[in-house]
């Protein structure tokens, strides 16, 4: 410190910009109010202090003012934090606004950046604060979203770094589309694919979006660069972005440099992290079957292992482990302590003409499972400039670079064969010194288990790397005082590259002798968008007009290829492969949209009506074959009230700030989300002969956009001086002509068949309560519960399909997410015992276990009753501490972990097997729809009848289908900022704090199993996706973060 | 001024829409793949999806017809069971998914541009093998989609009869020979012989196998009243001449895809075995009487596989009785299909051309139709004509039988397939003192039922699955010959061991495909009954009287 002392008048050089003041007589100053986005904020506020002296500002943001150099002029804006502004020698100035940090702020940006004044608004938005997301420390941002947007579901795929986030708004309204919603940075759409696995080569090792994880890529944002998030939900908020923002839009407006002296900040975070959910294991009995030791016995429940006879996996079904043997803590030894290091660097500066910002992060994880790790560093340079007085241009460029190293998941992943190592063998013991695999039991043909953790961690590992420019420029021009032009472009260019290698004595491996996958994904997109904006005053009437122009062109090609039997056992890469094995593939998708918008704002005195229209075209509606109209139309209506700006309301009722009503009713169109399924789909065929032959799904030449009618009201209010503020949202949402690739019968020509049809019923209601119960100078507690409630249902089947299930979620046993007329959009079918015509259960004569049905039933409905976020931020002196509880009730999960625990013995639900029981139920005996039916009395023991366990019967997954509720510590904060006498000693720096965050460090819940909150599948799966399928998937692990931010 | 600029953006707005957008819109076309194929490209598919639905579903007919039994006991085929159903389960739906996905819609697409492009020969032989397919499909499945098949934007489709298949055959044949006979073909575009690599393109065998599908549409009704054998016995001699007339589908046996189904790479004929019923019809002991070396069949070391003990009385040929698994152990062991004095699969996962045997090879062609059976089919034909023994029906009984001496000898296959007889043709006096044998009826009087299914029941073995079980469920199995008193198919053992929900009876049909009909379109499965557990055992339309 004392060094830094030392040579602070060089870093003053360094650093410090001195203006000169010069004080002299009155003179006209014009200026420009800027908000922090670089749009004109017309209607601003600009007094001299000291003088009676006010003017506003026009559509432009321009004003003129008489001033002495010297004075001070003070600029407000609703919504907006004050600034003060000392007269220089300029006579021109800039004056950038930075939007208040209320939740509940008065101006949203809405859609193609539209700053609306919050209380025209017909419908609910929400506000995170950046610094909130910042604060969480967490890489993937998607996460930090979690309990801080009423509707907001947030489902990561697992706990590991890297790891894909799902994002729903709302509910899903599509059974068999993408329900994520669209994201924004600063006007140009963000890419957030997550790689699909079917776009891959398989072979002898399958893809089916289940073993492997690519990440979703919205998590390439640095969180440190956002200053904030608007969440926009129903389609009328969103109607402008059309078929993209169909399920919401999450726009996100990035930190912009401030005009003043330049400044330099420094911020780090260090996290350790460890895994502290796991599904217990029963530890009593060992390996063996009915009670009997042998440490060869196999079950193979649903063949998980395929069908060779001795495969399978070691059960416990064996007698009580002696007193005094040898056991091993296998998790303990296989999981370490997660380490992370963040660091941060912005600097940010410029003058009345210019600004800049300048930002760089770097993170570095390592897992808490072995051999997993991410790393990234971005870079971001944002730049803003003032061209005469009527062009302002803002530019940024975004670098960033991430790895993941990771390993596999699901069924034969790391987890699975964790839980059901047996206690007594060591899991460390995974190789010889030769490299070779030991197994788990003395078998030569490793085909008959799976790998032991460490070795499938180890061997079998999988990476991605992605390197990701996106670059804007942000045009606006006035043409005149109420007429402003806008254009914004965007490029978003990245490549993907990611390898996954099977080692040729893994389990997957063996049948293909070693399995290499590598990818390249290459996506490109572009955006522009034009605009035209004329705004004026009639009397009391204000009128906005927006007309607009955007086109996209977004283009991904994924090549991968693959190869199989390798020379070198441990050696990995493609050129180790067999070239007869080898495979290569190109997927490419193309898709293009054009969009004309407008946008009618009309406001009289405390009413706001909003008129909207669309025309989209999309690329994915054109056909070579028949003549297709790839146009359709859209738009929205709505209405604002507010009952406080009724002339004599805010006199007769002093304590109500603000009181509004609001109504909206919207359509949307989407097209289908992926390209060429209107026009014949051929795959080319390796059978003899080669050719081409249709693809499995079948084309359809009629489709027709989707449509989804919302009507959505509400009301807001702010009651004492806005200590005590609501938002309430009630929606109704209906889609319909859902555009769905379907299994149906083979009549269609087809295994699976793209359909339009259907419809889908959401129903919610958000409300959003925040309050500051505390406010004095030294204590401020701020907060806000985020309640929401939706209910999804399928009115209508499509093509009037008897069901429709996503294959994908068909990960274990036999239960996947699945619809029937009538069933909730988080419905799960399964088997069930089977029963007899007045429900009771059907006994087996032969075994006295139950009879499986094997029809699925519907056994669950994923859809929470309600979720309730509760955020907290308390101020005291100089310590900052927010909070963030996540409460979830209601919502079923499959614990299919737990079931895969059971059937091979290692479930804590098999404790009680000495208990002899008889299953209460009738015998399948002939009688069992007669009047007299014969009851079952056959006594199980099943310490000695295994099969009550393994037989899949006694049990089913109706069984292991939980109703789940949660209260989570998400993320907690304790900041101390160094207060201001401190440093005064210390010129060069301006602020400086030091922090503790704890993220996910405490769960309350019911549920039996490590997390409910986890993905059987990755985020690019469609319709509900593997949400609350709980199957070998990591809990999140707690982090504890330590660091410091330093303001120069 | 600024009226104007606006005016201007927003004229330029509508133009760009109506004129531009369009344009720039129109990229909806996979640029890695063509959508537009031309259908010579899409033909070869076509004609190596045929074994992907015959051979997967032999694995179960084979051992109703008693072709193969499991060589493990109480398998549920072996059995005449279904499976476990209601247990889900697609075995034994490929050629329900073939007719209409693997071959019925792509064989639409065809029609469809090959009609536009004035491609006629492409056209008919789509429609030929669109007749095809859906006479095996309703032959295994009874009821199926026929007039309702391919509707777009619907998940409902009606079954139809079967009567109402069997004339939609018809019609398809007629088109079919309709377009085969057109000799205007577009010259610019290309010719049947770019696509198919069984015929290279020649009408006139696509003809005469179109007339091969008519004989046995029309032949398959032997039990009712209506039964034309006229027709059957004019379609047969406008069909196949001889065995280079034979519909086969080779396999290039490069990768796991372009591989026969039933080699040894494929491992899909590890568990099976020969059956009592095919040994003794080779062995002589069922058409001779005895397995005395003279009566040994000399297409035996063809066809079957030998043990290591040569003890048993017939040169060494084990076999299984369905059901039973194998008795013996040792070298008394039922060899596999794929070589004599082989117990286990001697290259599963590794490619060997020089490994298997008969047509149980890497390389080796998988037959459609033969001249052989067409033959049996008019020896039949003639001789219910006749009601009893006919000249016609012995001299077309003599031609099945050489028919099928030719089609083990043949050396040359289309895309150098390797050849299927064992080393060395069978000699022409082993022919000469086969046909000369007690296996052979030596006049046309002596001719009975029983020699012409049992000689049609060798030539089909290994490959003529359906035909077979046609046959079989036509005869019901154990039918009796009136000449005779003794049961036409002679051998065939009932297994002792059905399945109780078959009360008592053998199979007749299979399920129709799990993941298509008893998911996605149940309500039209049940009003045909296809619920009921002993749905396999009902009755065909075809055998019916």
Same mark, same amino acid.
């Given at each position: ?9 060089? #870093? ?6 001195? &203006? ?80 208040? /940090? ?53 489902? &990561? ?77 129903g389609p009328e908020a969103t109607a402008l972005y059309g078929a993209d923002g169909a399920s919401g839009a999450i726009v996100i407006t990035t930190k912009k440099g401030k005009s003043g002296k330049a400044s330099v900040s420094y911020d780090n975070s260090f996290r350790t992290e460890r895994v502290y959910r796991f599904p217990e294991v029963q530890t009593v009995y060992g390996l063996g079957n009915n009670g009997i030791y042998d440490p060869n016995f196999t079950t193979n429940p649903f063949g998980v292992l395929g069908g060779s006879t001795g495969a399978g996996i070691p059960a416990a079904f064996g007698p009580k482990l002696a007193q005094g043997i040898t056991t091993f803590n296998n998790a303990e030894n296989f999981f370490r302590n997660g380490f992370t290091q963040q660091h941060n660097i912005n600097v940010e500066g410029g003058s009345d003409v210019a ?63 964790? #839980? ?232 007769? #009722? ?15 169109? /989407? ?6 399924i209107i026009d014949y789909r051929f795959t080319g065929q390796i059978t003899t002969g080669g050719g081409f032959a249709y693809d499995v799904t079948g084309n359809n030449f009629d489709l027709v956009p989707e449509r989804s009618n919302n009507l959505e009201y509400g009301a807001e209010f702010s009651l004492f001086k806005g200590r005590l503020r609501m938002d309430i949202a009630r929606y109704h949402l209906l889609s319909k002509n859902q555009i769905l690739a379907a299994r149906a019968s083979y009549g269609t020509g087809f295994v699976i068949k793209w359909f339009n049809g259907g419809e889908v019923e959401n129903k919610g209601i958000e409300v959003q309560l925040a309050g500051t119960p505390v406010e004095t100078k030294n204590f401020r507690w701020e907060t806000i519960f985020n309640f929401d409630r939706n209910v999804g249902t399928v009115k209508t089947m499509p093509a009037s399909l008897p069901t429709y299930y996503d294959s994908d979620t068909w990960v274990f046993g036999n239960l996947r997410s699945q619809y029937f007329p009538g069933a909730k959009i988080g419905n799960m079918a399964a088997n069930t015992v089977a029963r007899n015509s007045a429900g009771q259960v059907l006994i087996s004569p032969t075994t006295g276990? &139950? ?37 979830? /009730? ?25 208990? &002899? ?84 460090? #405490? ?46 | ?18 004129? *531009? ?7 909806? %076309? ?87 492009? *004035? ?56 088109? =079919? ?47 009712? %009243? ?63 009487? %005895? ?21 048993? *009385? ?139 299914? %049992?000689?049609?029941?060798? =030539? ?24 005779? *008193? ?60």
């Amino acid at each position: 410190m004392r060094k830094l002392l030392q040579c602070k008048d060089k #870093l003053l050089l360094l650093f410090f910009w001195l &203006p000169v003041f010069v004080f002299g007589q009155d003179k006209a100053i014009t200026g420009t109010v800027l908000s922090d986005e670089n749009t004109p904020l017309p209607g601003a506020t600009v007094s001299v202090r000291g003088t009676n002296r006010s003017v506003t500002t026009n559509a432009s943001g321009v004003f003129t003012i008489n001033a002495a150099s010297g004075a001070v002029l003070v600029v407000s804006y609703i919504g907006y934090e004050q600034q003060t502004v000392r007269v220089g020698t300029a006579t021109t100035l800039t004056i950038t606004l930075r939007a208040s /940090k209320s939740s509940l702020g008065e101006v949203v940006v809405t859609a193609y950046g539209i700053r609306r004044e919050k209380k025209s608004l017909g419908y609910s938005t929400q506000v995170v604060d950046g610094e909130d997301i910042a604060n969480t420390r967490r890489e993937n941002f998607v996460n930090s979203l979690a309990g801080r947007v009423a509707g907001a579901t947030i489902t &990561p795929s697992s706990g590991v770094p890297g790891a894909s986030s799902q994002i729903v708004l709302r509910g899903a309204t599509s059974i068999g589309g993408n329900n994520q919603p669209l994201f924004v940075v600063d006007g140009v759409p963000y890419d957030n694919q997550t790689l699909n696995q079917e776009n891959l080569v398989g072979g002898s090792v399958s893809f089916a979006n289940r073993n492997s994880d690519y990440g979703n890529r919205a998590m390439d944002i640095n969180p440190d660069d956002i200053e904030n998030v608007t969440i926009l939900k129903g389609p009328e908020a969103t109607a402008l972005y059309g078929a993209d923002g169909a399920s919401g839009a999450i726009v996100i407006t990035t930190k912009k440099g401030k005009s003043g002296k330049a400044s330099v900040s420094y911020d780090n975070s260090f996290r350790t992290e460890r895994v502290y959910r796991f599904p217990e294991v029963q530890t009593v009995y060992g390996l063996g079957n009915n009670g009997i030791y042998d440490p060869n016995f196999t079950t193979n429940p649903f063949g998980v292992l395929g069908g060779s006879t001795g495969a399978g996996i070691p059960a416990a079904f064996g007698p009580k482990l002696a007193q005094g043997i040898t056991t091993f803590n296998n998790a303990e030894n296989f999981f370490r302590n997660g380490f992370t290091q963040q660091h941060n660097i912005n600097v940010e500066g410029g003058s009345d003409v210019a600004t800049y910002r300048f930002s760089t992060n770097y993170t570095n994880q390592n897992g808490v499972v072995p051999n997993t790790g991410f790393e990234r560093l971005t870079a971001r340079l944002m730049g803003s400039t003032k061209i005469g007085n009527k062009l302002r241009l803002t530019t940024s460029m975004n670098y960033v670079s991430s790895t993941t190293k990771k390993a596999s998941k699901g069924a034969g992943g790391y987890l699975l064969t964790l #839980l059901t190592w047996p206690v007594t063998s060591d899991v460390r013991n995974f190789q010889r010194p030769d490299g070779s695999k030991i197994p788990l039991r003395n078998i030569t043909n490793l085909n008959l288990e799976y790998d032991n953790p460490l070795w499938d961690v180890y061997k079998n590992p999988g990476m991605d790397k992605v390197d990701r420019l996106t670059g804007n420029l942000n045009l606006s021009y006035d043409v005149t005082s109420w007429l402003n032009l806008g254009a914004v472009t965007g490029i978003d260019y990245y490549t993907q590259y990611g390898t996954l290698a099977v080692h040729p004595l893994s389990r997957f491996g063996l049948a293909g002798n070693g399995f290499y996958s590598l990818y390249q994904q290459t996506t490109r997109n572009f955006s522009n968008t034009l605009k035209a904006t004329a705004t004026k005053k009639f009397g009391d009437f204000s009128n906005s007009f927006t007309v607009g122009f955007y086109t996209e062109n977004n283009y991904t090609k994924v090549e991968s290829q693959k190869g199989e039997r390798f020379y070198e056992r441990d050696f990995l890469g493609i050129n180790n492969t067999d070239p007869l094995s080898r495979d290569a593939r190109t997927a490419i998708a193309q898709v293009r949209k054009v969009r004309f918008f407008g946008n009618y704002i009309l406001g009289y005195k405390f009413v706001y009506l909003s008129l909207a229209g669309s025309r989209e075209g999309s690329s994915t509606f054109m056909s070579k074959i028949v003549d297709k109209d790839p146009f359709f139309n859209y738009g929205s209506s709505s209405l604002s009230f507010v009952a406080t700006d009724i002339p004599g309301v805010k006199e007769a #009722l002093p304590w109500l700030n603000l009181a509004k009503g609001r109504i909206s009713y919207a359509t949307t169109g /989407k097209s289908p989300s992926s390209p060429y399924i209107i026009d014949y789909r051929f795959t080319g065929q390796i059978t003899t002969g080669g050719g081409f032959a249709y693809d499995v799904t079948g084309n359809n030449f009629d489709l027709v956009p989707e449509r989804s009618n919302n009507l959505e009201y509400g009301a807001e209010f702010s009651l004492f001086k806005g200590r005590l503020r609501m938002d309430i949202a009630r929606y109704h949402l209906l889609s319909k002509n859902q555009i769905l690739a379907a299994r149906a019968s083979y009549g269609t020509g087809f295994v699976i068949k793209w359909f339009n049809g259907g419809e889908v019923e959401n129903k919610g209601i958000e409300v959003q309560l925040a309050g500051t119960p505390v406010e004095t100078k030294n204590f401020r507690w701020e907060t806000i519960f985020n309640f929401d409630r939706n209910v999804g249902t399928v009115k209508t089947m499509p093509a009037s399909l008897p069901t429709y299930y996503d294959s994908d979620t068909w990960v274990f046993g036999n239960l996947r997410s699945q619809y029937f007329p009538g069933a909730k959009i988080g419905n799960m079918a399964a088997n069930t015992v089977a029963r007899n015509s007045a429900g009771q259960v059907l006994i087996s004569p032969t075994t006295g276990l &139950p009879v499986r049905d094997n029809d699925f039933k519907t056994v669950g409905d994923r859809q929470p009753d309600f979720k309730l976020g509760w955020v907290n931020s308390i101020r005291y002196k100089q310590f900052d501490l927010s909070f963030n509880i996540d409460f979830r /009730k209601g919502g079923d999960v499959f614990n299919a972990t737990e079931y895969f625990l059971y059937l091979t013995g290692y479930s804590v639900k098999t404790l009680d097997r000495e208990t &002899p029981r008889v299953i209460e139920g009738v015998l399948q005996d002939g009688f069992e729809n007669t009047a007299n039916p014969t009851k079952n009395t056959i006594a199980v023991t099943p310490m000695y009848n295994s099969s009550f366990y393994s037989s899949t019967t006694a049990a089913t997954e109706e069984d292991f289908v939980e109703n789940v509720n949660w209260a989570r510590l998400r993320d907690v904060t304790i900041r101390y900022t160094f207060p201001a006498r401190i440093l005064s000693d210390v010129k060069f720096i301006k602020s400086a704090s030091i922090y503790f965050t704890g993220t996910d460090l #405490l769960m309350i819940t019911n549920y039996s199993g490590a997390d409910p909150a986890v993905n059987a599948n990755t985020a690019s799966n469609r319709g509900f996706g593997g949400a609350g399928i709980d199957y070998g998937a990591l809990s999140i692990p707690r982090g504890f973060n330590f660091g410091c931010a330093i303001k120069f | 001024m600024k009226k104007k600029l606006l005016h201007i953006l927003l004229l330029s707005a509508v133009l760009i829409n109506t004129v *531009g957008c369009k344009k720039y819109l129109d990229i909806n %076309s996979d640029p890695d793949t063509p959508q537009q194929p031309d259908v010579s490209s899409v033909f070869p598919a076509m004609l190596a999806a045929i074994p992907r639905g015959t051979q997967f579903d032999a694995r179960y007919v084979s051992k109703y017809i008693q072709n193969f039994a499991q060589n493990a006991a109480n398998n549920a085929w072996d059995l005449h069971g279904h499976q476990n159903y209601p247990n889900p389960s697609d075995i034994g739906g490929d050629i329900w998914r073939q007719c209409y996905y693997g071959l019925g819609a792509n064989l639409n697409y065809i029609i469809e541009n090959g009609k536009r492009k *004035g491609q006629w020969d492409y056209v008919g032989a789509a429609y030929a093998l669109k007749a095809m397919i859906f006479q095996m499909c309703t032959d295994e499945y009874g009821e199926i989609i026929y007039t309702e098949a391919f509707k777009e934007n619907t998940s409902l489709f009606k079954y139809d009869d079967q009567q109402v298949v069997y004339r939609g055959v018809d019609s398809l044949c007629r088109l =079919a020979l309709n377009y085969l006979s057109r000799t205007d073909l577009s010259p610019s575009n290309s010719l049947l012989i770019r696509g198919d690599f069984i015929y290279d393109g020649s009408n006139a065998k696509w003809i005469k196998f179109v007339n091969g599908i008519l004989a046995k549409n029309f032949h398959r009704v032997t039990n009712k %009243s209506t039964y034309q054998a006229d027709s059957v016995i004019y379609y047969v001699d406008r069909s196949f001449a001889n065995t280079q007339d034979d519909f086969v589908v080779p396999f290039d046996a490069t990768k796991n895809d372009d591989t026969n189904f039933f080699g040894t790479y494929r491992d899909n004929l590890s568990s099976f075995r020969q059956t009592k019923m095919i040994v003794q019809l080779l062995d002589g002991t069922t058409l001779a009487g %005895s397995s005395a070396g003279i009566n040994r069949d000399p297409r035996m070391r063809h066809m079957l596989s030998a043990s290591n003990d040569t003890t048993n *009385g017939n040169g060494g040929y084990y076999a299984l009785e369905p059901g039973l698994a194998d008795p013996n152990t040792g070298n008394k062991r039922v060899a596999t299909p794929f070589g004599d004095s082989l117990y286990a699969n001697p290259s599963a996962s590794r490619f060997d051309p020089s490994r298997g045997k008969y047509l149980f090879r890497d390389k080796a062609v998988s037959p459609v139709m033969s001249y052989s059976e067409l033959q049996f089919i008019k020896a039949e034909a003639a001789y219910k004509k006749a009601g009893g023994p006919d000249a016609t029906a012995y001299q077309a009984y003599l031609n099945g039988i050489n028919g099928h001496f030719d089609f083990i000898n043949r050396s040359v296959y289309p895309r150098s397939n390797v050849p299927i007889y064992n080393t060395v043709t069978i000699s022409a006096a082993q022919r000469t003192a086969y046909l000369a044998s007690a296996n052979v009826k030596q006049n046309a009087a002596a001719l009975t039922l029983t020699d012409i299914m %049992s000689q049609k029941y060798i =030539a089909l073995w290994g490959w003529g699955f359906l035909e077979t079980w046609v046959d079989m469920r036509r005869y019901h199995y154990t039918d009796l010959d009136p000449v005779t *008193g003794l049961p036409v198919y002679r051998g065939f053992i009932t297994p002792a061991a059905i399945p109780a929900t078959n009360n008592g009876k053998l199979a007749t049909r299979i399920r129709p495909r799990f993941n298509s009909e008893y998911v996605w379109n149940l309500d039209e499965l049940i009003r045909i009954g296809g619920t009921a557990v002993d749905y396999h055992t009902k009755e065909m339309w075809f055998s019916q009287p």
